[in-house]
């Protein structure tokens, strides 16, 4: 298989080092950088289109690295790069980097999650640390959810720090992101979901609201909450049981309390089906 070489920051390095911290690079490219040996080996697993393997050149690599740049049916050109260059891609410390995969990105399309009898989704109101969205894809990849819905003005999918703490989950798990509302109200229209709004203030304890049936989550600005819009939208509002002087939680701690409960309340009325 044909390696290409990188010994300088030419303009395919610059090209690539822009993804680490310009969205708009990121985003007219259609290109982002996976980092880390779980992410990129579920992205292989999920068949990510990837269109680059980057690796130190000159190194002595694992079985898990040469396996992966030897293996035919993963896509991408090879690219044997100066180990103090993938450093920086990687942003680690020279010699801790072993691959660095260049992968596409998806369509934003909302056909993309799949909708069920059991369907559990869970939509981010304009989320502004790209670090709580990777933290809250983990969180309903891990409890069985079907897709997340990014809206608003906010922080980026696809920003290293989001694909970092996603662990690998943005690869099994449909992200799609909605500049408002108003675009995801075409998707409701043809399918029989119940929204609940998570809040403070919200109507109902968590642990007293149903939701066995399909449901999409709605999680809050971390600062400001859910706005009116989505407020408007929500079918029923669901609060946290909160004890001691926290009067909050983050909001992907929330998003995942909220998702271990969704997960409890249907694996209890699946053993009640079946008894």
């Known amino acids: 298989m044909h390696t290409v070489r990188i010994t300088t920051r030419n303009a395919r390095f610059q090209q690539w080092h822009a993804l680490l911290a310009n969205r708009t690079k990121r985003q007219r490219g259609g290109e982002f950088l996976v980092q880390g040996v779980r992410p990129l080996t579920l992205a292989v697993e999920h068949g990510w289109p990837l ?3 980057l690796h130190p050149a000159g190194r002595r690599l694992t079985d898990w690295a040469r396996s992966l740049l030897e293996a035919p049916e993963v896509p991408g050109d090879r690219v044997a790069m100066a180990p103090e260059l993938l450093a920086e891609l990687s942003e680690r410390e020279e ?6 995969a260049v992968a596409r990105m998806p369509d934003d399309d ?11 989704g869970v939509l981010f109101d304009r989320p502004t640390s ?5 933290t ?9 959810a079907d897709g997340l819905v990014v809206t608003g003005h906010a922080a980026d999918v696809y920003d290293p720090k989001s694909v970092r703490a996603s662990t690998g989950s943005l690869f099994s ?3 799609v992101r909605i500049p408002s509302p108003r675009d995801l109200d075409a998707w409701l229209r043809h399918h029989d979901i119940t929204l609940v709004g998570t809040d403070e203030a919200g109507d109902d304890l968590l642990h007293d609201t149903d939701l066995t049936g399909p449901t999409l989550l709605l999680i809050g600005n971390e600062t400001t909450g859910l706005s009116n819009a989505w407020r408007d939208r929500s079918h029923r509002t669901a609060r946290i049981p909160m004890h001691g002087a926290a009067s909050s939680l983050n909001a992907a701690n929330a998003a995942t309390a909220v998702l271990y409960e969704a997960a409890r309340q249907r694996h209890m009325a699946a053993r009640t089906g079946a008894a």
């Open 130 to 134: 790209p670090g709580n969205i990777g």
């Open 95 to 100: 010699g801790d980097a072993e691959l660095v």
């Open 51 to 53: 269109t680059a393997l």
């Open 110 to 120: 909302l056909s993309r999650i799949p909708v069920g009898p059991s369907f559990l």
């Open 173 to 175: 798990l449909p992200a």
């Open 136 to 144: 809250l894809i983990r969180s309903a990849d891990a409890f069985g």
